[in-house]
């Protein structure tokens, strides 16, 4: 099988999803990410993310949970896939991987 | 407070978001802007869902959800094909199309005409910027014995400064006038009648007039002259006119201080040549200066502006009781059992509310604005009903058509698409074809209306109207033929049992009878405009009319030149008898009530027409004297008698009037009733004629002067030969002279205009219906070929087949006969009432109408009648 290639922004975002649990639905991953990280982030690029996400496999969403905050309207809850989950592991051997095959004078440079 | 996003960024993503996702996003939008304003505040949040709504734009995406593909309505590829195929339906059946288009095409035309006129008509005096805001004073009194209420717009001079005095509050400006009437003014030797307005100085910014030369203050100098930009050209050319000199009626000095452009035809001023300020009409007239301080003549017009903040209401409320604030009591003792009270005429009713009922404005033109509206629309609606029925008839045709597209997927609203798409097809042909016809038809139809219209094609409203009125005929035209034909169920179209039904004609048939119930009604209605016209016209003036003609004199000159006149005039062998008389020959210029005789109940309303005349008048005009005698030179007391109409004689009542006296009530004058004539149509044709006193005008000073040709004489010669009588006496007036035929035919030409328009528009709808029919009645007959081919064989006679073909469309024609005999007797019955001197509606006017009808109808039908009739019966059963 051909392994779908997970970008750095959707890394973070199937992770912040796996992170809310039952709670992630676009409001929240946005504003868990500019939690965690920081930095802003747009709605739009999000829900772009997750809408592609739900493409490749790696979460599956289901509807619910209208509020009258939201003028009636109900949320799109994403879970994330065996498959996302896998993808999430694999990305994080690689990393590790990658990190053990650093020379320790390099890293002890980077001050790790 | 709640606060809500920017509405524009909330539909712009409700309708170009990703139609599968638009719920969450726009739920999720909606969750973070509450969460921003309360963080970054209600301008940030607004900026950030904006930018994230315009982000999440995706007008291209397609609802993913459903399984299959989902068909859009307005793809260009198909459009396209509607209009390719239009295109092909129009040129395969040429005939059908011509008759649709052409039929459009002439209904349209009708329409915008009409439209145009209405517009003309409402925009009447909408050149006055304050046209909301201007009147004119008219008063309103009731004659205590017989409790009728009578208005006028003729006010007293003193009423003007109580109206600037007291009531500033309600009126900006008050201006005093005098008629609009005709003057000759002078320069050097040239002489040219114009209609002038001898009116206090505001009147200039009243009317917002746009002056060329000069300014509002151009009349405050008392011997002004403020000429229109035509009148200016033909008086000084290319010259300067400003501080020329001019002689108005040869006789009141005036220097040129203005000039305007023209106010447009459809003003009420727009006759108005000149004006000049109302205090020199003052001083050069003994009679008006004597009267700018008595409440009792009442000759003059009074305009009013309002205040910008007062409304008319108020206005008419605050003048209430401003007889009983302003007028002296000593007159006012006069007045009082009269009920007198004045109130603002307002200038938009001017036009079209010109009728008054008990003094107060009752409609007028109104009338026509609103029948012209509603023929204009029948006329539309006819040809409307061409289409559909020609596009229904033949929906057979079309049947295949509309089941293969079903087959292979369209929709009924697709359909439906198509065929309006077809309908606007041929409506915008038509339009662009009828504008060409108002292009050519409009200088002829001006003439015949009496106005000054254009195609305002660089008007922006022109242009939205245009497009208003094309989308409402298309849907007019497309909306029955569109749901019909897209009904059709493919499964039996395809499989060929498709029949239109017994029934499926019946909503055609309706159609038609309306159409020619329409046309029947317009064609009565205009046969009995003109039996009303020809009532009227027939109707005894009690004179001889012919070749009699009329000239105003007005010049001093004229003075004390009558028998000199005269006998220049009979003189020259042209002219058989000269008179003079203070009104012309056909209106009446004086009114005077205050009259008894004897016998006369206490009561009695004694109001009467007064004309005063030479003693030869009677025999130039050639009156009919039906007891005692004419006036004559010979009796010297003759200049203290009075000549009666029938009219007056029969309402004094007295057995045998020759020899009895009519007197002023306060006994100073004295007339002796020398003879009685009998009734002259004078004022309207339409109306009763009124009793009417003729006096001796002994001293001969009298400024109307009617002269009779002999008819032996040719007219051209004749009018030679006076002119040179006229340019020896009196050098400085112009020979102005009008035929008394002609004016008086001038009577009849509101009636006569309304007689010829409704003429045009109900030859056109007939025209329009029997169109339609024609394209019905080729319809039928090919439907039915082979029926007539085996009836043929079987024996059937040219005639039977025509008379079979015929027989359906003629019972149509006699059930819309009979729908529109009552409409019409009503409506028409109506509009007669407004004559007191009317015709009857006779029975034969229905009965030609309807003959007419059925003729038009059988010579439609008839020729393809005939032509199926005649068809070889082997042709038409040959095939199969």
């Given at each position: ?46 829900h772009t993310?997750l809408q592609r996400l739900e493409e490749k496999g790696?979460l599956a969403s289901q509807m ?9 309207r109900r949320?799109r ?36 | ?12 993503l409700k309708w170009w978001a990703a139609p599968n996702t638009s719920e969450e996003v726009e ?29 999440l734009l995706r007008p291209f995406a397609k609802d993913q959800r459903s399984q299959f593909p989902r068909t859009y309505l307005y793809s260009p590829t198909m459009i396209r094909n509607y209009?390719k195929i ?314 295949k058509e509309v089941g293969i597209r079903k087959a292979v997927g369209s929709l009924r609203t697709q359909l439906i698409g198509q065929f309006f798409s ?60 569109a749901l019909?034909l897209s009904s059709f169920q493919p499964l039996k179209v395809l499989k ?385």
């Open positions: 099988m051909k392994r779908t290639f997970l970008g750095e922004f959707e890394e973070i975002v199937l992770l912040t999803v796996a992170i809310l649990g039952e709670e992630a639905y676009g409001v929240t991953v946005t504003q868990e990410l500019e939690q965690k990280t920081g930095r802003s982030v747009g709605f739009s690029s999000v993310t790696f619910g949970g209208a509020t009258a905050e939201r003028g009636g949320k809850f994403f879970t994330v896939t065996a498959t996302g989950r896998k993808a999430l592991v694999e990305v994080k051997q690689v990393r590790e991987e990658l990190w053990a095959a650093l020379p320790t004078q390099t890293l002890q440079l980077m001050g790790g | 407070m709640q606060h809500t996003p920017p509405r524009w960024a909330k539909t712009l739920g999720d939008l909606l969750e973070l802007y509450n969460h921003w304003v309360a963080t970054v505040g209600e301008r940030k949040a607004n900026w950030n869902y904006t930018l994230n709504a315009i982000k209009f239009a295109f092909r339906n129009l040129l395969k059946h040429k005939g059908y199309s011509f008759i649709n288009v052409a039929g459009l095409a002439i209904g349209m035309t009708v329409a915008m005409l009409i439209g145009l006129w209405i517009y003309d008509e409402l925009s009447f005096n909408q050149y006055h910027r304050n046209y909301e805001r201007i009147g004119q004073i008219r008063s309103i009194s009731t004659e205590p014995s017989t409790g009728v209420s009578e208005g006028s717009p003729h006010m007293p001079i003193p009423m003007g400064a109580a109206l600037k005095e007291n009531y500033k509050h309600l009126f900006s400006k008050v201006l005093v006038s005098w008629a609009v009437s005709d003057y000759t003014l002078k320069l050097n030797e040239k002489n040219l009648t114009g209609r002038g307005h001898f009116v206090e100085p505001g009147i200039l910014e009243m009317l917002s007039l746009k002056m060329l030369k000069g300014s509002y203050g151009s009349l405050k100098d008392p011997h002004s002259i403020v000429l229109s930009k035509s009148m200016a050209a033909a008086i000084f050319g290319s010259t300067d006119p400003i501080n020329q000199s001019l002689k108005i009626d040869n006789a009141i000095d005036v220097k040129v201080t203005g000039v305007y452009e023209d106010m447009p035809k459809n003003s009420r001023f727009g006759e108005v040549q000149f004006f000049s300020p109302w205090d020199l009409f003052v001083s050069s007239n003994a009679w008006v200066k004597e009267n700018v301080n008595f409440w009792g003549n009442t000759s003059f017009g009074i305009y009013v502006e309002l205040q910008p903040n007062v409304s008319l209401e108020t206005a008419q409320a605050g003048l209430k009781d401003f007889y009983a604030k302003n007028v002296p009591t000593d007159f006012m003792k006069l007045l009082e059992s009269y009920k007198p009270e004045i109130f603002v005429y307002s200038m938009p009713q001017w036009h079209l509310y010109s009728d008054f009922t008990d003094g107060r404005p009752a409609g007028g033109r109104v009338t026509f604005v609103w029948l012209f509206g509603i023929i204009g629309i029948s006329v539309l609606l006819l040809a409307s009903i061409n289409f559909m029925n020609l596009s229904t008839a033949r929906s057979e045709k079309r049947a077809e309908s606007f097809l041929v409506v915008l042909l038509s339009f662009v074809i009828s504008c060409g016809l108002i292009i050519l038809a409009l200088r002829w139809f001006n003439e015949l209306a009496d106005k000054a219209i254009s195609l305002p094609f660089t008007n922006g409203y022109f242009w939205a109207g245009s497009i208003a009125f094309i989308l409402l005929t298309g849907l007019l035209t497309g909306i029955y033929p019909y060929g049992t498709f029949k239109a039904g017994r029934f499926a004609a019946v909503p055609r048939k309706a159609l038609v009878v309306v159409q020619f119930t329409v046309s029947v009604v317009i064609i009565i209605g205009t046969m009995v405009v003109y039996q009303q016209i020809q009532h009227a016209k027939n109707r005894p003036v009690g004179y001889n009319q012919e070749s009699l003609i009329t000239i105003g004199l007005n010049d001093p000159n004229y003075k004390d030149k009558y028998d000199v006149f005269k006998r220049e005039l009979l003189n020259t062998g042209a002219v058989s008898n000269v008179a003079l008389s203070n009104s012309p020959l056909t209106s009446i210029w004086n009114r005077s009530s205050g009259f008894t005789w004897k016998d006369k109940a206490p009561e009695t309303p004694s109001g009467f027409n007064k004309i005063r005349v030479t003693s030869d008048f009677g025999k130039t005009i050639d009156w009919k004297i039906i007891a005692g005698r004419d006036f004559s030179d010979e009796y010297k007391s003759d200049s203290a008698g009075v000549i009666l109409n029938e009219a007056a004689a029969k309402y004094i009542g007295l057995k045998n009037p020759i020899g009895e006296y009519i007197k002023t009530e306060d006994g100073k004058f004295v007339w002796q009733i020398v003879g009685v004539t009998k009734d002259m149509v004078i004022q309207s044709p339409y109306e009763p004629i009124n009793g009417t006193f003729y006096f001796l005008d002994s001293r001969k000073v009298s400024s109307q002067m009617t002269i009779r040709i002999k008819p032996t004489v040719g007219t051209t010669e004749a009018l030679a030969k006076i002119e040179t009588v006229f340019r020896k006496l009196v050098p400085s007036a112009p020979f102005d002279y009008k035929f008394v035929d002609d004016v008086y035919s001038q009577k009849f030409s509101q009636e006569q205009r309304i007689g010829q328009l409704s003429m045009l528009f109900a030859v056109l709808a007939i025209f329009i219906s029997c169109l339609g029919l024609f394209g019905l009645a080729s319809f039928v007959a090919e439907q039915r070929t082979k029926e007539i081919g085996i009836r043929k064989v079987l024996g059937a006679s040219v005639s039977n087949v025509w008379q079979m073909l015929s027989k359906d469309f003629v019972i149509l024609v006699i059930i819309a006969c009979v729908i529109a005999a009552p409409i019409a007797y009503y409506f028409m019955n109506e509009w007669l009432q407004k004559y007191t001197y009317r015709t009857e509606i006779s029975w034969w006017i229905f009965a030609a109408a309807g003959v007419g009808a059925l003729i038009i109808t059988l010579l439609t039908v008839s020729f393809q009648a005939i032509k199926a009739a005649l068809m070889n019966p082997v042709q038409s059963l040959k095939s199969e």
